[in-house]
């Protein structure tokens, strides 16, 4: 019945859970930036692309 108790209240797995979740979070927000920057350059060398002459 010790070790049940002891099992339950060790809490050392809690800090390596919470680093985790702070990574994923840190990724996600990593992608979301990109993918906006990345949207945003496009437009931008589109707009340049269009404004450029052509040349045959």
């Known amino acids: 019945m010790q ?5 339950f209240r060790d809490e050392e797995g809690a800090t390596a859970i919470e680093y985790g979740l702070i ?3 840190i990724a996600v927000a ?3 930036a990109v993918t906006a920057v990345g949207t945003n350059l496009t437009g931008t060398f589109n707009f340049i692309g269009g404004k450029l ?4």
């Open 53 to 56: 002459p052509t040349t045959t």
């Open 23 to 25: 990574a994923g979070l």
């Open 3 to 7: 070790a049940i108790t002891n099992f």
């Open 30 to 32: 990593i992608i979301v």
